[in-house]
């Protein structure tokens, strides 16, 4: 009986001592293999933001789990656990799991999407859902904006990978119209020539493509001329704004003016009783409406009885 026991107890000790070195060699490889795929992925030149880990770290995560679990079951079954009956909970548990967490597991999979595809990037101008800003930080679970107002916008990734993202970065530059009117009467070749010479002295717009000016419409108080240019996204809102203060410093300079609408009402005596004075209030048959631009023709719209 004894023997038996002791039989036992050293065929136990032997399964233990095999265990603990599947576990030891498990935790050792998964280890390994963690830190192999963190630094495979980091080397991977796919629009990789320098710093930004999270990728790398949430998958090399993913790969020592998973040499982990491998490592257990062989541990418990070489102590004689029956894993069929644990792997069935554990199955059902991760079930119910996966269901109870479905919007948080949803973002988390759109974050996988977003880190590896790169829409955008930590830094990045972007629009996301109608709001404007800049990205200030991006995980897994969530995107972080901070709008031009200040205010910190947070995202859930399952919300932005699926809608519209427009990222005004990528490309490197952004385009600028300026539009302005100017006198009828004004010269529009030196109109359009002080359009060009504003832009090309500004050294942050780009060259290739070149400015251009153009006249674009005709409205009804003044000639609609338009400057087009381009610079980098991060020059943009201060460019637009220099170059519609300088150009109309250069305007004003060279006597070209800028006309606004402006109606004149003109009103004649009414016509009243014989030897009445004359009523300092016009009637409406002899009044008489004059809209002109300032600095333009005149047009005169008169209604009146002989």
């Given at each position: 009986m004894i023997r038996e026991v002791l039989a036992a107890i050293g065929a136990f000790s032997v399964r233990l001592l095999v265990a603990a070195v599947i576990l030891a060699v498990t935790l050792w490889a998964a280890k390994r293999l963690s830190n192999f795929a963190r630094r495979t992925l980091q080397r991977v030149p796919h629009h990789h933001h320098p710093g930004d880990t999270t990728l790398s770290d949430f998958l090399s995560g993913i790969v020592k789990w998973v040499v982990i679990a491998i490592g257990l079951v062989a541990v418990l079954q070489q102590v004689g656990v029956q894993t069929a009956s644990v792997l069935a909970v554990l199955g059902a548990a991760s079930l119910a799991v996966g269901l109870a967490l479905q919007g948080t597991l949803s973002n988390v999979a759109a974050g996988v999407m977003i880190l590896m595809l790169r829409p955008y990037r930590i830094g990045d101008r972007v629009e996301l859902n109608?709001?404007?800003?800049?990205?200030?930080?991006?995980?897994?679970?969530?995107?972080?904006?901070?709008?031009?107002?200040?205010?910190?916008?947070?995202?859930?990734?399952?919300?932005?990978?699926?809608?519209?993202?427009?990222?005004?970065?990528?490309?490197?530059?952004?385009?600028?119209?300026?539009?302005?009117?100017?006198?009828?009467?004004?010269?529009?070749?030196?109109?359009?020539?002080?359009?060009?010479?504003?832009?090309?002295?500004?050294?942050?717009?780009?060259?290739?493509?070149?400015?251009?000016?153009?006249?674009?419409?005709?409205?009804?108080?003044?000639?609609?001329?338009?400057?087009?240019?381009?610079?980098?996204?991060?020059?943009?809102?201060?460019?637009?704004?220099?170059?519609?203060?300088?150009?109309?410093?250069?305007?004003?300079?060279?006597?070209?003016?800028?006309?606004f609408p402006q109606r004149v009402m003109i009103f004649g005596e009414a016509q009243g009783d014989a030897g009445a004075s004359p009523s300092p209030l016009a009637s409406p048959q002899s009044a008489t409406s004059t809209d002109r631009p300032v600095g333009g023709h005149a047009s005169t719209d008169r209604t009146g009885q002989a």
């Amino acid at each position: 009986m004894i023997r038996e026991v002791l039989a036992a107890i050293g065929a136990f000790s032997v399964r233990l001592l095999v265990a603990a070195v599947i576990l030891a060699v498990t935790l050792w490889a998964a280890k390994r293999l963690s830190n192999f795929a963190r630094r495979t992925l980091q080397r991977v030149p796919h629009h990789h933001h320098p710093g930004d880990t999270t990728l790398s770290d949430f998958l090399s995560g993913i790969v020592k789990w998973v040499v982990i679990a491998i490592g257990l079951v062989a541990v418990l079954q070489q102590v004689g656990v029956q894993t069929a009956s644990v792997l069935a909970v554990l199955g059902a548990a991760s079930l119910a799991v996966g269901l109870a967490l479905q919007g948080t597991l949803s973002n988390v999979a759109a974050g996988v999407m977003i880190l590896m595809l790169r829409p955008y990037r930590i830094g990045d101008r972007v629009e996301l859902n109608g709001r404007s800003g800049k990205i200030k930080d991006l995980d897994l679970f969530h995107t972080t904006v901070t709008d031009y107002d200040g205010m910190t916008l947070v995202y859930p990734n399952g919300k932005v990978f699926g809608e519209l993202i427009i990222n005004v970065d990528t490309s490197g530059r952004r385009r600028i119209d300026l539009a302005f009117g100017v006198d009828y009467e004004n010269d529009l070749d030196l109109a359009l020539k002080l359009l060009l010479d504003c832009a090309d002295a500004d050294a942050r717009v780009l060259k290739d493509p070149a400015p251009w000016s153009r006249v674009t419409s005709l409205g009804d108080n003044a000639v609609n001329v338009t400057l087009r240019c381009w610079t980098t996204p991060g020059d943009w809102q201060d460019v637009k704004c220099d170059l519609i203060k300088v150009v109309k410093e250069r305007f004003e300079a060279e006597g070209l003016s800028f006309p606004f609408p402006q109606r004149v009402m003109i009103f004649g005596e009414a016509q009243g009783d014989a030897g009445a004075s004359p009523s300092p209030l016009a009637s409406p048959q002899s009044a008489t409406s004059t809209d002109r631009p300032v600095g333009g023709h005149a047009s005169t719209d008169r209604t009146g009885q002989a």
